[in-house]
């Protein structure tokens, strides 16, 4: 059964960069699944999709696209997701998951402040 993880810092300071580890158990990303994803939920808001990795390629959400950066490590079966230059607005709760398909992980909260 495929689980995953999401791990890193929980406090973040503005203009900082942001990143967060996905690690998945019980299968591998190269195999299992096609599209690795990150999403976000920030207090009080709906889901917000961040972008994805593929086998050779990634998409990111056009709002942050210019500020996102999804890469893997296939040897440790991880998958994970930089945003630079945060600020308060990106304060949220951060899974990852497959694509469109179960399961995700539970979640890590990243706050945003000084």
């Known amino acids: 059964q495929v689980q995953l993880q999401e791990s890193g810092p929980g406090l973040v300071k503005p203009s900082q960069t942001l990143s967060l580890t996905c690690t998945v158990s019980?299968?591998?990303?190269?195999?299992?699944?096609?599209?690795w994803s990150w999403i976000r939920q920030p207090p009080g808001k709906g889901l917000e999709w961040i972008g994805y990795i593929g086998y050779s390629y990634t998409y990111y959400s056009p709002s942050l696209k210019s500020r996102t950066s999804i890469s893997r490590d296939t040897s440790k079966n991880q998958f994970t997701l930089q945003l630079s230059s945060v600020t308060p607005e990106d304060t949220a709760v951060y899974y990852c998951?497959?694509?469109?398909?179960?399961?995700w992980g539970k979640g890590t909260e990243v706050i945003v402040s000084t």
């Open positions: 019980g299968g591998s990303i190269t195999t299992n699944y096609y599209y």
């Open positions: 998951g497959p694509d469109g398909m179960d399961p």
